[in-house]
């Protein structure tokens, strides 16, 4: 589904649980957070805010 990014809740380099929040996106008019499915630490941000993005799509990789 497509999408546009709300916020960053994270940077390069933080590390994270699972569970934690990463991005807000809008789609449908709804915000959504997406939360990280395992525990490491974000290499890399894949998106900027305002960026549109469809379901599918990498945000971040983390390691």
């Given at each position: 589904m497509p999408g546009r990014v709300v916020?960053?809740?994270v940077e390069e380099g933080q590390e994270?649980?699972?569970?934690?929040?990463?991005?807000?996106l809008e789609a449908m008019?709804?915000?959504?957070?997406i939360?990280?499915?395992t525990a490491g630490v974000v290499r890399?941000?894949?998106?900027?805010?305002g960026q549109a993005v469809e379901g599918g799509d990498p945000l971040?990789?983390?390691?």
């Open positions: 916020a960053l809740l994270v649980e699972s569970g934690d929040g990463l991005v807000v008019k709804m915000e959504n957070e939360r990280a499915e890399k941000i894949l998106v900027s805010e971040f990789e983390i390691g």
